[in-house]
C-alpha cells in the first residue's frame, strides 16, 4: 500500500507541521506554492535562501523530493472546483492564522480571474509577515486600491513586503470573451497605492489581455524607491516605462535587467522630439549604486562608460539597435559607424581596467544591430545582437560567411568558434557565430565586406 501524506493520521500531520514551523522559526526558510495547473499545493522545505527560486514551477513538479497533497483518483466523472485549493488555502489560514505567519515567500500561478483574484486577496491578508510575493498581472486590473495598499503599506507588528513579481501570460480566445475580465480598477493611480517600500520588482512575460504598459511603469516611478529592477520577456513595455522607473529609483538602483522579447518587443515607441532629448546612457551612469547591468537601449555611445567612478562589477551586457545621434552626431558610412563603435570599446576597456585597479571583475559585452528577422535564428541569448563586441578581448563575434563569400576567402584571415549569439538555425545544435579580431572586422567594414546597414539609421525603430 502506498503511504501518502494525504493518508496520514491527523495527529502525526500536525506533529509534522509543527515541527516545519518551529524549523523555520530557526532560520530555515520553506517555499508554498499554489498552482492551477496541476492542482496542486506543493511544500519544498529546507533549502537555503539563494536557492528559492520563483519561476520554477515545471521544475519543482519534476522534482522527486516534493511531497504533493493531492486526493486519491477515481473512476467517476465528477465536477472538480478548479479553485478548490486557493478556497482551502484560505479557510486554513482562516481556521489557523498563526500558521499563515510563518509564511515569508508564496507565489500563484495560473489565476487571472477577478474571483480568484479576491482569494488571494483573501490568503495575503494573513500573511502578516510575508516579504516576497508573485502574482498574476490581473491582480493589478481587479485589485482595489484598498487591497495593493493592504499589501504594500507596511503592517501593524513593522513588517513589510520587500520584493514583488508579476508575471503576465496570453489567455485563450474564451477567456478573452468573459465581460468580467474587462475590469480595470486604475489601482496605480490611487494615492494609496505607494511601492516606496519595495526594493525588488520583477515584471515578466506578455499577455493578449490588459498587459501592463508604459503607462503602468510611470504610475509606479512616482513612489518606487528600487534596488532590484527587473523587465524580462516582454512586448509592450519600451525604453520609456524604463526610463520613468530608472529616474526615480537612480539614488537606490543596484541591478537593472531589461531584456524584452527580440520581436516585436524592441520596438521604441511613438515619442516626441522631447524625448528623444533624453539620452539614456547618461541617466544610467547617473546611479551611482548600479552594481549589475543587462539591459536593452535604442541606442547606445562611449558616453555609457565614461563615468568611472561607478561601481558596475561582474558581467555587464548591453545591447543597442545603434547609436546615439546626441553623442557620435551624425553617422552616415559604414567607417563612420565602424569609428563610433570603436570610441565605445575603447571606453568600456578603459572602465575595465579602472575597475581592475580596483580589483573589481567587470566583463562588459556588447552587442549591436538588428536581426532580418527573428525566423532567421533561433535565439540562444535574448541579448544577442548582429554584432558582438567583447572588449576586453578585442574579439567581434558574428556570422561572417556572407563576408567571406564576397571577399572570395582573402577575408577575414583567421576567425575563431565562438559561443555566443543564436544557435544555427537549421539544427544541428552549432553556434552560428564565429569571431575574429576587431583589427580583422575594421578592415572588413573598410573593404565591404561587413555589412552595417542595421546600425546606419538615424533613430531605430527596433533594438531587437
Known amino acids: 500500500m502506498t503511504v501518502t501524506i494525504s493518508s496520514l493520521p491527523n495527529e502525526l ?32 522545505g529546507n533549502a537555503a535562501p539563494d536557492a528559492l527560486r520563483w519561476y520554477a514551477t515545471d521544475g519543482i513538479r519534476r522534482s522527486r523530493e516534493l511531497d504533493t497533497i493531492h486526493g486519491s483518483p477515481s473512476k ?15 479557510d486554513l489560514f482562516g481556521k489557523y492564522p498563526t500558521l499563515a505567519t510563518y509564511v515569508r515567500r508564496i507565489f500563484f500561478d495560473g489565476y487571472y480571474s477577478t474571483e480568484t483574484s479576491v482569494m488571494i486577496i483573501n490568503i495575503l491578508q494573513y500573511c502578516n509577515r510575508l516579504e516576497m510575493v508573485s502574482l498574476p498581472w490581473t491582480m ?11 499589501i504594500l503599506n507596511p503592517r501593524d507588528n513593522g513588517t513589510v513586503l520587500s520584493s514583488l513579481e508579476l508575471l503576465a501570460v496570453d489567455l485563450k480566445k474564451v477567456q478573452l470573451s468573459e465581460p468580467a475580465r474587462q475590469k480595470d480598477d ?27 504598459m508604459d503607462g503602468d511603469l510611470v504610475a509606479m516611478s512616482r513612489t518606487a524607491r528600487l534596488v532590484d529592477l527587473h523587465i ?6 519600451t525604453s520609456q516605462g524604463l526610463l520613468a522607473l530608472v529616474r526615480a529609483t537612480k539614488d537606490t538602483l543596484r541591478v537593472l535587467e531589461h531584456s524584452p522579447l527580440a520581436d516585436p518587443g524592441f520596438k521604441d515607441p511613438e515619442l516626441s522630439a522631447n524625448y528623444w532629448g ?16 543587462a539591459i536593452c537601449l535604442p541606442t547606445i555611445c562611449s558616453d555609457l562608460f565614461r563615468d568611472t567612478s561607478n561601481c558596475w562589477m561582474g558581467d555587464v551586457h548591453v545591447k543597442a539597435g545603434g547609436i546615439c545621434k546626441q553623442a557620435s552626431g551624425s553617422i552616415e558610412t559604414p567607417v563612420d559607424a565602424q569609428l563610433a563603435i570603436f570610441d565605445i570599446l575603447d571606453s568600456a576597456r578603459r572602465f575595465m581596467q579602472t575597475q581592475q585597479a580596483k580589483s573589481i571583475e567587470l566583463n562588459i559585452l556588447i552587442s549591436l544591430g538588428l536581426f532580418p528577422s527573428v525566423g532567421v535564428m533561433g ?16 574579439l567581434v563575434h558574428s556570422n561572417f560567411l556572407m563576408g567571406s563569400i564576397d571577399a572570395a576567402g582573402s577575408w577575414p584571415s583567421i576567425q575563431y568558434s565562438s559561443n555566443k549569439g543564436p544557435v544555427d538555425p537549421y539544427g544541428s545544435g552549432d553556434w552560428a557565430y564565429s569571431c575574429i579580431t576587431e583589427e580583422e572586422f575594421a578592415r572588413g567594414v573598410r573593404e565591404g565586406h561587413v555589412s552595417m ?11 531587437g
Open 13 to 44: 500531520l500536525s506533529a509534522i507541521l509543527e515541527e516545519a514551523a518551529h524549523l523555520t522559526t530557526q532560520g530555515n526558510r520553506f517555499t508554498y506554492g499554489i498552482d492551477s495547473h496541476s492542482s496542486q499545493r506543493i511544500l519544498r
Open 76 to 90: 467517476d466523472v465528477v465536477y472538480r472546483d478548479p479553485y478548490l485549493l486557493l478556497r482551502k488555502t484560505g
Open 140 to 150: 493589478l486590473r481587479y485589485g482595489s486600491e484598498d487591497d495593493w495598499s493592504r
Open 186 to 212: 486604475k489601482t496605480l493611480d490611487s494615492a494609496k497605492v505607494n511601492l516606496g517600500h519595495l526594493r525588488r520588482l520583477k515584471i515578466s512575460g506578455t499577455s493578449n489581455l490588459s498587459p501592463i
Open 232 to 237: 524580462t520577456n516582454t512586448t509592450c513595455l
Open 278 to 293: 533624453n539620452h539614456m546612457c547618461k541617466e544610467i551612469v547617473q546611479c551611482p549604486q548600479l552594481r549589475s547591468l
Open 379 to 394: 535565439y540562444a541569448d535574448i541579448l544577442a545582437g548582429q554584432f558582438i563586441f567583447e572588449p576586453g578581448k578585442n
Open 453 to 463: 546597414a542595421s546600425i546606419l539609421t538615424e533613430h531605430p525603430r527596433r533594438i
